[in-house]
């Protein structure tokens, strides 16, 4: 694991952009596809901005870019204001040039008996695509990485999971209530995370210090799923004054 701390989230967010848009860049010139695993919540949010910058007025393209998101709230329509859908066309997908059959968002609504099938083919279309070329992850106060929460199976893939109460929590002060927040969620797994040939893990603000400093400095323990990124063989951290960790 690569350990960079920087002066603030923005610093963090502007060098994680400007890395992956070379990344994207590169692949074009030999006109190879760009797989790109994505992220939702406050974290990544600067980041999808300086990339939707370097589009409108650097001529990024995202043509080659294929996408695949982490993680959907079961129960929430995409015009719902916090689904991750909505969250992603607001923050990226509507202000590039990405073309829409190369978006994959999990689908949070549906039935129960076509879910396993989903994911499995989910799974098949990463696979399909050559796997992901560099997933950006964020991490839950709690330790999670998508919504593989706590205690989950380390050998996961993508499926559809209970929300833990403490994830839910976090998640209210966004819905108005506690009632309101899903129980369940389609994730990505733990192997799918991990599979990834590359990872960008983002960790920023005082609320994440402990937790970071937990997942990548203590031991490996699925009671924190982010530590396992330990075990990654390339994943680099952008972390900020809050959540640093100096060596
Ligand atoms: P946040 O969420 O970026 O809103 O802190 C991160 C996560 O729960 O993975």
Do not use: W
Request: glycine share 6%; charged share 20%.
């Amino acid at each position: 694991m690569l350990i960079e701390n920087y002066k603030s989230a923005y610093l963090a967010s502007l060098e994680a952009a400007e890395r992956i848009a070379t990344q994207i860049s590169n692949a074009q010139e030999k006109n190879e596809n760009f797989v790109l695993g994505l992220a939702t919540g406050s974290t990544p949010i600067n980041l999808y901005q300086e990339l939707v910058r370097m589009h409108k007025r650097e001529g990024l393209s995202f043509q080659n870019v294929h996408t695949f998101n982490l993680d959907e709230y079961c129960g929430l329509r995409k015009t719902h204001m916090e689904s991750y859908y909505y969250f992603m066309y607001e923050h990226l997908f509507s202000h590039i040039d990405i073309p829409t059959k190369n978006i994959r968002i999990p689908n949070g609504m549906l039935q129960e008996n076509d879910v396993h099938n989903y994911c499995l083919d989910y799974e098949f279309q990463i696979s399909e695509l050559g796997g992901i070329d560099l997933q950006i992850l964020g991490i839950g106060s709690n330790g999670h990485i998508g919504f593989n929460e706590p205690n989950c199976d380390v050998e996961s893939i993508t499926r559809k999971t209970e929300l833990s109460q403490s994830t839910r929590n976090d998640a209210t002060p966004s819905f108005g209530r506690l009632s309101c927040v899903p129980t369940q969620a389609i994730t990505m797994g733990m192997q799918t995370i991990l599979n990834a040939k590359e990872i960008y893990f983002l960790a920023f603000g005082e609320a994440k210090k402990d937790i970071v400093e937990t997942a990548l400095t203590k031991e490996i323990s699925i009671e924190v799923p982010a530590s396992f990124l330990q075990t990654h063989n390339k994943c680099t951290a952008f972390l900020d004054q809050y959540t640093c960790i100096k060596n």
